[in-house]
């Protein structure tokens, strides 16, 4: 499974940016999907995660302002973030669990995200 994420940008603190992450190659096996994201110097985080019937989760940092989706038949999952914070500066990366158990996953390149103040 080869996971592409796209949408990062730079924007203005209360703006908006759609990310996209598109699952190519053995799609059959992919699980539960997330968002992570990493800043300069800081661990990688989870940002929303979102089970394979459409179930999601959320960080509290990005609760109201965020909405994770996928749309399997397209096998692509989307991350909608609103009102966007300077602390939202990070690179972006999207994961994907694997129906062939815990220990496979799946990780994308990351997309830089940066939102100005």
């Known amino acids: 499974v080869q996971l592409q994420a796209s949408g990062g940008g730079m924007v203005q603190a209360g703006g908006s940016l759609r990310l996209s992450c598109a699952a190519s190659?053995?799609?059959?096996?992919?699980?539960?999907m997330a968002w992570y994201r990493q800043a300069p110097g800081k661990e990688r985080e989870l940002v929303a995660s979102?089970?394979?019937?459409?179930?999601?989760n959320y960080a509290d940092s990005v609760k109201g302002r965020s909405t994770i989706s996928r749309d399997n038949a397209k096998n692509t999952m989307y991350l909608q973030m609103n009102n966007l914070k300077p602390e939202d500066t990070a690179v972006y990366y999207c994961?994907?669990?694997?129906?062939?158990?815990?220990?496979?996953?799946?990780w994308g390149q990351g997309t830089q995200v940066t939102v100005s103040s």
């Open positions: 190659g053995s799609t059959y096996l992919i699980n539960d």
């Open positions: 979102i089970t394979r019937l459409g179930t999601p």
């Open positions: 994961y994907s669990g694997s129906r062939l158990g815990v220990e496979y996953e799946y």
